[in-house]
């Protein structure tokens, strides 16, 4: 990265390697925390990382776009200047606490992408409460594969390393398992989920309020934010149907772009893009990096972000990234999926 920023590779192969430009993926905004136990911390930027990515990206010429801008660019010709379109996924919070106050001072369009579950109240943030539990205790047991299991907890080590393999296994699980199991710990240690999840993420008002700035697109991460790959094809399609349905009818305005819940390619499948595009979405996007690219050669429906890693605060290290030269060429078809 370091040799590719001050060599000036990255410049010699922007124009090959571009595309359009990029949708960067960011989660939660929020001022660091001192705590050592932090897991979830790759999924926080702070407001002065994001303050500075933005002066950076206009500074690098970049367009700041709308999602229905990309979805216009990625058909046409490209432009001189390329897009950068910041996206924020789970709804939490800080996203009008800290974040929004970043954004609209600089008057820059973003995208939040919101399960609704979340809002109504009856989401269940499993990976809050899983990291909750481990901060806390020194020794966890549950049932797996109807045995009971226990994981030492003491050292920060053996915390990460109990987390990645309860995180792990949980994402894999079908809901009503994951469930079940997210319940069954809570229940043993005393964490209330419900509460949790509720504290962590908006409510329909603080999203009416986002949504009145017109420079807000509010889109679906489907109803309750489970992997795709996890569900029964009928389930799936209901999830990103009724997802749609609860924020266009409590946002009263279109919600016609959605993001694969997780989105990475374990997520999601072939025919949860049909799905989406059945669904009236304009536009779908995953986890997968890369570029979008002009004249159609990306797939609308199963477009390209760049989730910004929270732990790294590098902005030469986004600059090398936004050029594109570490994602692998995108054959042009207009049959590409991922």
């Known amino acids: 990265m370091e040799l590719a920023y001050f060599s000036g590779y990255f410049r010699l192969k922007q124009r090959k390697t571009g595309g359009a430009g990029v949708i960067l993926r960011f989660e939660r905004v929020r001022p660091r925390d001192a705590r050592p136990f932090q897991p979830n911390r790759w999924r926080e930027i702070t407001p002065q990382f994001l303050d500075r990515a933005i002066v950076a990206l206009k500074r690098w010429n970049f367009d700041l776009v709308t999602m229905d ?14 897009f950068a379109c910041l996206t924020f996924d789970g709804g939490c919070k800080d996203m009008i606490r800290e974040a929004y106050p970043v954004l609209s001072k600089h008057g820059v369009p ?64 079908p ?29 329909w008002d603080d999203l009416a309020k986002l949504a009145a700035d017109p420079l807000v697109t509010i889109g679906s991460a489907t109803v309750n934010y489970q992997a795709l790959s996890n569900l029964k094809d009928g389930d799936a399609q209901r999830e990103m149907l009724m997802g749609k349905a609860v924020a266009e009818n409590a946002l009263r305005r279109a919600a016609t772009h959605f993001a694969y819940p997780f989105g990475d390619q374990q997520s999601w ?36 972000r ?6 790294e605060n590098s902005l030469r290290m986004m600059r090398v990234m936004l050029s594109g030269i570490m994602f692998p060429p995108v054959r042009p078809t207009r049959d590409n999926w991922v």
């Open 69 to 82: 801008e990309v979805c216009r660019r990625a058909v046409t010709l490209p432009k001189a200047n390329r």
């Open 269 to 304: 499948r072939r025919q949860h893009v049909v799905m989406g595009q059945e669904a009236g979405f304009a536009s779908a996007v995953s986890t997968i990096p890369g570029v979008v690219q002009p004249k159609g050669f990306t797939n609308l429906h199963a477009l390209p």
């Open 175 to 203: 809901p009503p398992d994951l469930s079940f199991a997210i319940h069954d710990l809570c229940t043993r240690y005393s964490v209330d989920l419900a509460a949790l999840s509720r504290a962590e993420v908006m409510d």
């Open 306 to 311: 760049i989730a910004w890693d929270g732990r």
């Open 110 to 173: 973003f995208t939040v992408y919101v399960p609704t579950a979340f809002p109504d109240g009856i989401g269940e943030a499993w990976w809050l409460a899983l990291e909750e539990i481990i901060a806390r205790e020194d020794r966890i047991s549950l049932v797996i594969d109807r045995k009971e299991r226990r994981f030492a907890a003491g050292s920060a080590e053996d915390k990460y390393d109990t987390f990645e393999f309860l995180a792990s296994w949980m994402r894999k699980l």
